[in-house]
């Protein structure tokens, strides 16, 4: 992987890391398998990343689409193997804007791989959005992570917006109450409103109130998430009835 990140550089591929591994760096996740890409989907830089990626002799994995930007928009993911390592592209993730606001906010992190460019936590956290549960603890993290580094009301207002962690959430709305003059529209927020100033004290039954509005948030979100992946789901079974995915083995190399 140290020498797929060195290709990017070289051939200056726009790209930002993502998902789990994205959280490892971040701290708000143990492990994960796979490495996570948003590249940017224009030609010129697909043709850029196609070149690192037969540098290091990159091969197509399962059920991949055929690697065009035409179905980098769309939001499909482009699957690869680089030795024992695996490697998923998306140009479109669902739920965040476009590539070049998202890079704007990227971090550089240093990491064994080199200076990666990594997806700003707030991005994470809307990317995490899905129809995994446990991608809700890894978006608390992410969350409580920021609030470490800034407390100030724009992060607090963020976090109340967030975290999917009622003990979180109720630390939040506390310190808050001393800073925020609005608060978020969010249910889960309203159960813990009204609080005074100084105040550190919330009632059981609003704590209670709150957390089953988390679930049925975190419920709501899962549910969205499956309705967004269906249309790309049943493209992708369309290309597979008319043999149109590269097959699993391909060189990348034979794909430029």
């Excluded at 789990?20 to 971040?26: F, H, R």
């Excluded at 708000?28 to 398998?33: G, I, V």
């Excluded at 592209?89 to 890079?103: H, T, Y």
């Excluded at 009622?166 to 927020?189: G, H, M, N, Q, T």
Aim: aromatic share 10%.
């Amino acid at each position: 992987m140290k020498s797929l990140f060195r290709a990017f550089d070289k051939r200056h591929v726009q790209y930002l890391l993502i998902s789990g591994q994205a959280c490892v760096l971040y701290g708000a996740s143990q492990f994960t398998e796979d490495t996570d890409l948003w590249i940017q989907p224009g030609a010129r830089n697909l043709q850029a990343f196609f070149r690192a990626m037969a540098q290091v002799k990159a091969t197509v994995y399962k059920l991949t689409p055929p690697i065009r930007p035409t179905y980098l928009r769309k939001g499909h993911g482009f699957h690869f193997r680089i030795g024992d390592s695996y490697v998923d592209v998306m140009g479109k993730p669902p739920r965040v804007g476009e590539f070049r606001s998202a890079l704007s906010r990227a971090r550089r992190i240093s990491t064994e791989w080199g200076n990666l460019v990594v997806a700003a936590p707030e991005d994470l956290v809307l990317l995490k959005r899905t129809n995994r549960p446990g991608d809700y603890e890894a978006i608390s993290n992410l969350v409580r992570m920021r609030v470490s580094e800034d407390d100030k009301a724009r992060t607090l207002y963020w976090a109340l917006s967030n975290t999917f962690d009622i003990a979180d959430l109720r630390e939040y709305a506390i310190i808050a109450a001393d800073i925020l003059r609005r608060w978020p529209s969010r249910p889960a927020v309203r159960c813990l409103l009204p609080l005074r100033s100084g105040s550190t004290r919330i009632s059981d039954l609003r704590i209670r109130a709150a957390a089953y509005e988390l679930t049925l948030e975190m419920a709501h979100l899962q549910e969205k998430g499956r309705r967004y992946w269906k249309p790309v789901l049943a493209e992708l079974k369309r290309l597979q009835r008319s043999n149109q995915l590269v097959p699993e083995g391909t060189p990348v190399a034979s794909l430029i």
